[in-house]
């Protein structure tokens, strides 16, 4: 692997959408070109060296007068493992009632975030 | 299913049903099979839904005596079976001297076939019953005993009627033989076993030569012809037309037309391809711009943007350019109803009347004494006025919940629909019987309630609820872990 | 039986809840909010990812989290009564302040209900195959995004497994992020335009995350399959959107979603005679949200499709206010009625007209969509004697919704129709 990379990247931090220009070496962001804002380098760096991903999806549930639950990471989540953790959520099933918040995954993966759920449901 | 029947009718179209119907007033064991999962499903659910007056075939045709004798049974016969059907009339529309000279034609044939009232009239009279209609338009051929209806709802009613009074449908039934003994029809061999009969009846439209040779008959072929149409929402009405209004014919087809339907939408189409595949049912882009082109000749400004759904049909055309109707030359107990293309929607009742009588004739059948009179599914909740929705609902809460929003059809009438004799088995055929998706958001709204309560009231888990044909499965399980049930 | 409500609102989605809520801050004592689901929330229910809330609750949350929100808001209010699993056939216009609206319910039959004013807030609904005339065959298989999301969101089911996508919008990506996480393939993102209609954001994370190709100026010709999808025909196609005879190439798929548009759900307010603007599709509303007939109002996508909930919210609240003004006979009369017209580069523009009393003392927030994308223009309010105001915006795309208010100060001055505009940087 060349230890000087360049990665082209759109800033997503505002409807602005501007095209980054990083450089790379050893895996440390060394310059972002491009940006219109000081967010824009931060969004580079952190996209290019530790993205974070919100997950959100559905479990079943039990009890409800739906057969699944929307649910949301409490924090962001390793990009790397958003998959792994969407499969780990078939696994699981919760039960009515359920209020907005409740934790139904607790510590996904051991990565120290929980699911929860997105909405009430009530008991049927 | 029946292992012994007098009559065996293959295909389930309105030639089929309408011959089920009739042969079900008398003392005989009658079978219909249909390979789709549903009656009504090829040529009778994609065609110009028009009930001709009889002028376009040649004098001494079948077409033209079935065309002009079903015309005026279903005159008779649309209360009895509470057919929807319209008769609003249709004109063929001339531009220019040649067409015009075409128009004398038409009526001059028209009034030897034998149909009443004919008269030419001019374009502005035209366009004073079309306000819509070209400038360009110079005459007109009006034919008051023309309509519309509901082609998928007259197969219905013709496939319940008989099975209130015994017949048996068996869909999802593939002939795949006929037993000749002797000469003679003994028995059909099908996917679902063999029904010994001494009569089949061949209605199988596209597939009606398959079926003739596979009794020995290769007297005939069908060569299927498709039609492509784009169909209108109700909005668009006021730009468009209240009746069927035609552009001179030519050798193959009557053109393209500008169509109302008895529903409130409008059409145009169809065109005419050439096809060797009998299930080609796609619409392409060059047929699209070629029915555009041919209605923009009678209507102008279309409302192309107010199009909701584009489908295509086949014409079962005959190699003899006829009907061939009748007992086969080759094979006794073989009865034909073969080259059912245009006008046999029109002809079903008279087909089924002329049929009916071969097979009178030939058992000795006699009428039954219990015949039960029909009694169709009755008024749509649409169509109500408020009281008559509040008494609905009070006798049934489900009429109180809407399903289909566009076309305001409620649970209760779908799931009449599943439950009627010959009822709904598919997303489609609760969409043929009650309209829940046929309306401008085409079931983006109520398609995934639709297969909700086919589930629960066929009992059937949703992922083997299929959208119309055999193998049209619309949802798939999700596939859980082990801490799951699913 | 006969109670005569201040206001009956049509549809409990974020637009009605936040009406309802909004009316009962502003005096109305009797507010009815008729749902046709078995529950309130409208298609949020079913939107469960994130992204919402963040203007109008000041906080990020999913499409669920958001309609718990409008409703934990409303439910313990006494003003406010919901019915649910209703359906409305019918609105009367008997009078300036008396409308009757004819619903079903399996559970209360048919009724008539009378209230002096009515809000709709009906939203939208998807545009179909047969608007956009796909050609090809007709399989199962194709579905509208959205119908497949409440099948994946709240039934519980898949629509398939090898998935194309047609359309670029927010809500084709975040279907191709959602149906990637249920472990299916999504072939491709096919858009007919040459740029995306949607957020970068959702470009980024719901396509370039899990390495699904977007196709644009790309669209489909064909669809293959008599009973089931097998497989589509895609063309490039030219400046007009024409597909370009030589460049077609299939893609193997069992699935097709349609993601090609919004229609504001207008049937009723047609019915009722409400004005409705050719472009939005919406009823013609005054910058109160009161559409051409007295007493009626309208808010959300019904009156013009949002590409934010958070947008839905604050209209419906303005809506909610002024139908409660209405309905408690304090509303002002208007003086002047001003037309807003949509000038070089807008292609919508709501409200359409403002109507000004004596004294106004509001500002005015005007929403408009441009007709393309352009970056560093300048946004032109000017009436007959000139420039009202004018904004510096550093980016306008047809996808996303621009607000901007005209303070109190500038529309007290305003004597004459006004046209806004965009015009590019110099």
């Known amino acids: 692997m060349d230890k000087v990379q360049t990665k082209i990247l759109n800033c997503i931090m505002c409807p602005m959408g501007c095209e980054l220009t990083a450089t790379m070496e050893d895996g440390v962001v060394t310059s972002v070109k491009g940006n219109s804002c000081p967010r824009g380098e931060k969004y580079a760096k952190d996209e290019l060296t530790n993205p974070m991903r919100m997950l959100t999806s559905t479990v079943r549930i039990e009890g409800a007068a739906l057969h699944l639950l929307p649910v949301v990471s409490k924090s962001t989540l390793p990009k790397g493992k958003i998959l792994e953790c969407a499969e780990a959520l078939r696994e699981i099933k919760a039960k009515a009632p359920v209020k907005v918040g409740d934790v139904i995954a607790p510590n996904i993966l051991g990565l120290g975030v929980d699911i929860v759920a997105s909405r009430d449901m009530a008991a049927v | ?486 | 039986m006969n109670k005569i409500y201040d206001i009956i609102i049509i549809g409990g989605g974020p637009g009605g809840l936040s009406a309802a809520k909004s009316a009962a801050e502003n005096g109305a004592k009797h507010i009815l909010v008729l749902e046709r689901d078995r529950e309130v929330g409208g298609i949020l229910q079913q939107c469960v990812h994130n992204g919402f809330g963040l203007h109008h609750f000041k906080e990020e949350l999913t499409g669920p989290g958001y309609a718990q929100k409008c409703y934990d808001l409303v439910k313990d209010m006494d003003e406010v009564e919901i019915s649910v699993d209703t359906m409305v056939l019918n609105i009367e216009n008997k009078s300036d302040d008396k409308k009757i609206v004819t619903c079903v319910s399996p559970r209360n039959g048919l009724q008539k209900i009378e209230g002096r004013t009515v809000i709709l807030t009906m939203g939208c609904r998807e545009r179909t195959r047969g608007a956009i005339r796909i050609p090809g065959y007709r399989p199962a298989g194709v579905y509208t995004a959205g119908a497949a999301q409440r099948m994946v969101n709240m039934e519980g089911y898949l629509p398939g497994h090898k998935i194309v996508i047609l359309g670029s919008g927010d809500i084709g990506l975040i279907m191709a992020r959602r149906m990637s996480l249920e472990g299916c393939k999504v072939e491709a993102v096919l858009e007919i335009c040459p740029f995306s209609n949607g957020l970068t954001r959702n470009i980024v994370q719901c396509l370039n995350d899990y390495d699904i190709p977007l196709y644009l100026s790309h669209t489909i010709v064909g669809i293959k399959g008599r009973d089931r999808v097998e497989g589509i025909t895609v063309s490039n196609v030219d400046d007009s959107m024409r597909p370009i005879a030589g460049t077609e190439f299939d893609i193997e798929c069992d699935t097709v979603l349609l993601s090609v548009g919004l229609i504001p759900e207008n049937e009723l307010s047609r019915e009722l005679g409400v004005a409705i603007h050719p472009r939005t599709n919406g009823p013609v509303v005054d910058q109160h949200r009161e559409t051409s007939i007295d007493g009626v109002f309208a808010a959300g996508n019904v009156v013009h499709v949002h590409d934010l909930v958070d947008f839905v919210s604050d209209e419906a609240e303005i809506a909610g206010k002024f139908a409660a003004i209405k309905a408690t006979g304090n509303a002002k009369k208007a003086t002047l009625d001003i037309n807003v017209n949509a000038g070089d580069g807008i292609n919508t523009c709501v409200p359409q007209h403002i109507r000004l009393t004596s004294g106004e003392d509001e500002s005015v927030r005007l929403f408009m969509r441009a007709k393309s994308p352009q970056r560093k223009v300048t946004l032109h309010i000017k009436d007959g004697d000139g420039e009202v105001m004018k904004k510096p915006l550093a980016i306008v795309k047809p996808s996303e919704m621009i607000a901007v208010d005209i303070p109190a100060a500038k529309v007290k001055n305003i004597k004459s129709d006004i046209t806004v505009s965009i015009e590019g940087a110099k």
């Open chain 2, 1 to 486: 299913m029946k292992t012994k029947a007098d009559v065996v009718i293959i295909g389930g179209g309105i030639t089929g049903t309408a011959t089920l119907s009739w042969l079900s007033r008398y003392d005989l064991s009658c079978v219909l099979i249909e390979r789709e999962p549903d009656i009504a499903m090829g040529t009778t659910k994609a065609n110009s839904a028009v009930l001709h007056a009889g002028f376009d075939a040649p004098t001494g045709s079948m077409k033209a005596k079935m065309n002009v004798r079903g015309n005026t049974l279903y005159h008779e016969i649309a209360d009895e079976y509470g057919l929807d059907i319209k008769w609003t009339g249709s004109l063929v529309c001339a531009e220019d001297a040649d067409g015009e000279a075409t128009l004398s034609e038409l009526l001059a044939r028209g009034e030897a076939n034998g149909v009443p009232s004919l008269s030419i009239i001019s374009g502005d009279a035209a366009r004073e019953k079309e306000p819509n209609l070209s400038d360009k338009i110079t005459a007109a051929l009006h034919a008051p005993t023309a309509g519309i209806c509901w082609p998928f709802g007259m197969a219905i009613a013709f496939a319940e009627s008989a099975v209130v009074n015994g017949a048996e449908i068996e869909r999802e039934c593939e002939a795949t033989g006929i037993k000749i003994e002797g000469g003679k029809v003994a028995a059909v061999e099908t996917t679902k076993g063999t029904i010994e009969t001494k009569f089949v009846i061949d209605a199988a439209g596209v597939c009606a030569d398959t079926v003739a040779k596979m009794a020995g008959d290769d007297s005939f072929s069908i060569a299927p012809r498709k039609g492509e149409y784009i169909l209108f929402d109700k909005t668009a009405q006021g730009s468009m037309v209240s009746s069927v209004v035609f552009p001179v014919p030519t050798k193959t087809s009557k053109g393209i037309l500008v169509c109302a339907t008895t529903h409130g939408n409008t059409f145009i189409g169809p065109n005419a391809q050439e096809t060797d595949d009998r299930s080609n049912l796609s619409t392409t882009p060059q047929g699209m711009d070629e029915i555009i082109a041919g209605a923009k000749k009678l209507v102008p400004n279309l409302p192309l943007g107010a199009s909701i759904t584009e489908f295509a049909g086949l014409r079962a055309a005959s190699s003899t350019g006829d009907f061939i109707l009748g007992e086969s030359s080759v094979t006794e107990g073989l009865i034909l109803a073969a080259g059912i293309q245009s006008p046999g929607l029109t002809s079903a009742p008279a087909i089924a009347e002329m049929l009916t009588e071969i097979i009178v004739s030939k058992t000795g059948a006699k009428k039954k004494t219990e015949y039960k009179k029909f009694i169709p599914a009755g008024k749509k909740f649409n169509e109500m006025s408020d009281d008559e929705r509040a008494a609905m609902i009070k006798n049934d809460p489900r009429h109180g919940r809407i399903i289909c929003r566009c076309e305001t059809v409620t649970e209760g009438e779908i799931v009449d629909a599943i439950h009627r004799p010959c009822g709904a088995t598919t997303v489609d055929g609760v969409k043929r019987r009650t309209r829940a998706g046929m309306g401008r958001c085409q079931g983006g709204f109520c398609g995934p309630r639709v297969i909700e309560i086919l589930s629960r009231e066929l009992k059937k888990p949703i992922p083997e609820i299929r959208k119309d044909g055999i193998d049209s499965y619309m949802y798939y399980d999700k596939k859980y872990g082990d801490g799951g049930d699913k």
